[in-house]
């Protein structure tokens, strides 16, 4: 659902917010955005901050409502001011991008930390990403720890930052077979950079057996799957198969 959390199973608050909340979710999943909209809304004026989080959700995609990135921001801000760590994230994510408020990578790096401290893993794995690409030298440890976190949570992309981070010892030391190791988890995890890097790693035989067949194979289908990264070493994947191949 994006930015609207499923709402069930997180957490455990006492009836009958948790039936008004489970009411909601139901008409969200079922795509009825007015209707789960008129039970957050009593919830959310009355401090619920996982109500307010899904109000400001529906006014940043315009669902059931008119997109509003003023009415977003400010329902964020209540979700986030009270404590809930998808408001936190979601509010992140608005200073990040800029939308109904100045852009500003600190202020989302601030609140992303707040939500990946409670134990939220997207926002885990966007803090890693953003200490990695906005951060200096002396941010790659907590980087390395949050994209840690966020790849043992399941976090596709995480997985293969992971696996980055050993390649380049980003604040590790270099390590080509967890990097492959990490790369691998990323492809089961159906993320196509990690295929393409799993494909790279594979014709160079760095942290796996090299087979110029397989890599080949990674790196096509990386690359058929959106993966930027794997279009710099097809054609020296084909060569290889090619030389392979002949007689």
């Known amino acids: 659902m994006g930015w609207l959390d499923r709402l069930r199973g997180k957490g455990r608050p006492m009836p009958p917010v948790a039936e008004a909340m489970a009411q909601a979710a139901a008409a969200a999943e079922r795509g009825d955005y007015r209707a789960a909209l008129a039970i957050w809304g009593p919830l959310a004026?009355?401090?619920?901050?996982?109500?307010?989080?899904?109000?400001?959700?529906?006014?940043?995609?315009?669902?059931?409502?008119?997109?509003?990135?003023?009415?977003?921001?400010?329902?964020?801000?209540?979700s986030a001011q009270s404590g809930d760590p998808v408001g936190q994230r979601n509010l992140a994510a608005l200073?990040?991008?800029?939308?109904?408020?100045?852009?500003?990578?600190?202020?989302?790096?601030?609140?992303?930390?707040?939500?990946?401290?409670?134990?939220?893993?997207?926002?885990?794995?966007?803090?890693?990403w953003m200490l990695l690409e906005t951060g200096n030298e002396g941010d790659r440890p907590e980087a390395f720890r949050w994209a840690s976190a966020a790849a043992e949570a399941g976090i596709a992309a995480s997985m293969t930052r992971?696996?980055?981070?050993?390649?380049?010892?980003?604040?590790?030391e270099r390590d080509a077979v967890q990097a492959a190791a990490w790369w691998q988890k990323g492809v089961a995890a159906g993320d196509a950079d990690a295929k393409a890097m799993l494909g790279a790693a594979t014709l160079l035989g760095q942290g796996v057996e090299k087979d110029a067949d397989r890599a080949l194979a990674l790196l096509t289908e990386a690359e058929r799957e959106g993966s930027l990264l794997a279009t710099p070493f097809i054609k020296a994947a084909r060569a290889a198969a090619s030389e392979g191949a002949a007689p």
């Open 162 to 172: 992971v696996g980055m981070i050993h390649h380049d010892a980003l604040g590790v």
């Open 95 to 128: 200073h990040f991008k800029g939308e109904g408020v100045a852009q500003s990578d600190a202020e989302a790096i601030r609140l992303y930390r707040l939500a990946a401290e409670q134990g939220d893993a997207p926002a885990q794995d966007m803090l890693s």
């Open 45 to 78: 004026h009355s401090g619920v901050g996982r109500a307010q989080n899904n109000i400001g959700a529906c006014f940043a995609e315009g669902l059931g409502v008119a997109r509003d990135p003023a009415l977003a921001l400010r329902w964020l801000t209540l």
